[in-house]
């Protein structure tokens, strides 16, 4: 499809053809016209362009793993990567470029293989609880311990409720983040007012709080056991990206 | 007597999922649509290859809305679900224990794992959410696996089926079609669940005849649940997988050496001649009514053939006009031209008081 700009550097050539017929056959009436319509065309061409400058992506700053990391750390547990896109557009500065995250774990599984232990922290696979494989779109950092990086059947609740509270201990100091913060707040019970109009974050701590006691001691049992079995079961590449051999015994 | 492998010929049999199961029982009279499922023949393909394609089939947009719509459910450990589910059905807090049976790669074994778990919640233990539970149901004689995506709800000792679907509920009213056909998907999951459990020794019962239907709410993405009976749809189900077993008494009225065949040639393209398929398809009865169009890919051809038939006018004429099969004769019991027989006396009487009505508002 053509752009605008293609469009009018188009206009801008058949222009110039009139403009030079109707100087040679001598239309002085018609030349001046179709030279005001040509600059008009040039004026419209060069705001075209500013346009499309504005358009090109800055860079980020930091490289995406970095970026994943900051956002994991201040979350603390694992996290899908929608929910990284959204803590980090809350929290920091730039963007994480989502379509970079699907092969961000691949490319940090074949780097941790060929060369293991180079980097201070790899980006790495939470682990089901049951056969030790790579959870499906979970994203963990190798420098946690290994039982916060089980995913047992309690695990998913309990990961969304310390999110919530990590972010609600951020989110005074960051007023960006009070959407995300409401997010969390309108399913947990008693952590939002009956209006849901405003989301007081030390409300949705005590909240979160009060439901993570509930099945904290439960879900800590499961990953204990769970991590013990995959220390000593599974490699080192396979603690932290997951086993696919356990699938068939 | 045929077979349905002689039906079908040389090609792969067509597999079904819940929604052809659903539609099946929108028409259970058909029995051309019986044979043509049973024998797993590629009903579009055959359609299109002889003159009459389906002119239907699922949206992209569509697609893509429900599965959006789905993720943001099931986002953050289900996070949305477990909040709906709480305020519809009291499930209460220590209950949001969430197994995903799909991250298991091979079809057979995350079948076993699915019946593994359910089995294990059915015996008392813990247990809540099951997500993407792979469930089996013999149609025609074969296993169909059901690849769901449902999630199975185990609380209180008793299972639900959780169907999310994309269409809107608007000031609590939705479209009827639209619960319906959930609902009769919906039952061809609770009725999966029950056999799989049943399997196991233990009490079918312990599903719910009663369904979560999640969908979003107004022109909003919010959600809302509501719990849907599908008693109704669980008996109509039944009825026509049983019939479905029973498919032997319409194949045996079947001439032995009637097949579907394609017969095509090396790079695919069918070489059979039209003319004999559509022979081959006289030769069992179909039962057509307007609502088939929206159903099943025959539909079009089906159509074609009941041409003048008050069948084809939809089933509340069907019903007024029993007895008078085609339309001219309903014309002319109308006007006068052809006496009743005693069958069709009060048929005829009312397109006799019918035709008045027309000429005297129209003179």
């Known amino acids: 499809m053509p752009t605008p700009v293609d469009v009018l550097e188009r206009r801008i050539d058949e222009l110039r053809v009139a403009v030079r017929q109707a100087v040679l056959a001598g239309d002085r009436a018609q030349a001046t016209a179709l030279r005001a319509e040509l600059r008009r065309a040039e ?92 959870a499906r779109g979970l994203l963990a950092v190798s420098t946690w311990p290994l039982d916060r990086r089980i995913v047992g059947p309690l695990s998913a609740r309990v990961d969304f409720l310390t999110a919530a509270i990590r972010i609600a201990e951020q989110a005074e100091r960051h007023p960006g ?45 499961h990953r204990e056991a769970a991590a013990e079995r995959a220390r000593t079961q599974l490699d080192d590449a396979a603690q932290l990206f997951g086993s696919r051999e356990l699938q068939r015994t | 007597m045929t077979s349905p492998e002689r039906l079908r010929g040389a090609a792969a049999p067509k597999s079904h999922n819940a929604r ?36 239907f089939g699922q949206s992209q947009f569509a697609i893509t809305r429900g599965n959006v719509f789905e993720a943001q459910l099931k986002a953050d450990g289900c996070a949305e679900l477990l909040r709906l589910l709480r305020e519809v059905l ?58 769901p995506d449902l999630i199975a709800l185990q609380f209180g000792g008793t299972f639900y089926v959780v169907e999310i679907k994309s269409f809107a509920v608007i000031d609590g009213q939705a479209d009827g079609t639209k619960v319906s056909a959930a609902a009769t998907q919906a039952a061809v999951y609770v009725l999966a669940l029950r056999r799989l459990l049943a399997e196991a020794g ?40 049983a019939r479905m077993a029973r498919i032997d008494p319409i194949l045996e009225s079947l001439s032995p050496d009637l097949t579907f065949d394609l017969r095509p040639d090396s790079s695919g393209v069918p070489q ?7 022979d081959g398809l006289g030769q069992i009865d179909a ?77």
């Open chain 1, 43 to 134: 004026r419209e061409w060069d705001d075209a362009l500013d346009e499309f400058a504005d358009q090109t992506p800055v860079p980020p700053l930091l490289p995406i793993r970095d970026q994943v990391h900051n956002a994991l750390t201040l979350l603390g547990v694992p996290a899908a990567p929608k929910l990284l896109i959204a803590v980090h557009e809350a929290f920091f500065a730039g963007e994480i470029v989502g379509a970079r995250l699907t092969s961000l774990r691949r490319d940090e599984e074949r780097s941790f293989r060929a060369a293991p232990r180079q980097r201070p922290y790899y980006l790495c696979s939470a682990l089901t609880a049951d056969l030790l494989a790579p």
């Open chain 1, 177 to 221: 983040a009070e959407r995300l913060l409401r997010r969390f707040a309108v399913n947990i019970p008693g952590a939002t007012d009956s209006s849901f109009a405003d989301v007081k974050p030390e409300v949705v701590v005590r909240a979160a709080r009060a439901e993570l006691a509930v099945h904290e001691g439960a879900d800590r049992s």
């Open chain 2, 20 to 55: 052809t199961i659903a539609a099946l029982t929108t028409n259970p009279g058909c029995s051309r649509r019986a044979v043509m499922d049973a024998a797993g023949i590629d009903k579009e393909r055959l359609a299109a290859y002889v003159g009459f394609p389906a002119r």
């Open chain 2, 90 to 147: 009291g499930l209460p807090i220590p209950q949001v224990s969430y197994d995903d049976l799909e991250s298991v790669d091979q079809l057979d074994a995350r079948a076993d794992r699915s019946r593994e778990l359910l089995t294990r919640a059915a015996g008392g233990e813990s247990g809540t959410l099951f997500d993407h539970p792979l469930l089996r149901l013999e149609v025609g004689g074969r296993w169909v696996y059901l690849e």
């Open chain 2, 202 to 241: 233990h009490d079918p019962g312990l599903v719910s005849h009663e369904v979560v239907l999640v969908c979003p709410e107004n022109f909003s993405n919010r959600p809302v649940a509501t719990l849907v009976d599908v008693r109704k749809k669980l008996s109509v189900l039944e009825r026509q997988l």
């Open chain 2, 272 to 278: 059979r001649p039209v003319a004999e398929l559509v």
């Open chain 2, 287 to 363: 039962r057509y009514s307007p609502e088939c169009l929206a159903n099943c890919e025959l539909a079009f051809f089906c159509r074609h053939e009941a041409r003048g038939t008050t069948a084809s006018l939809g089933k509340s004429v069907r019903e007024e006009l029993g007895g008078v099969p085609s339309v001219d004769l309903a014309l002319s019991l109308a006007s006068g031209a052809v006496a009743p027989a005693d069958d069709q006396e009060e048929a005829a009487a009312m397109l006799r008081f019918a035709a008045q009505l027309r000429s005297e508002c129209l003179s």
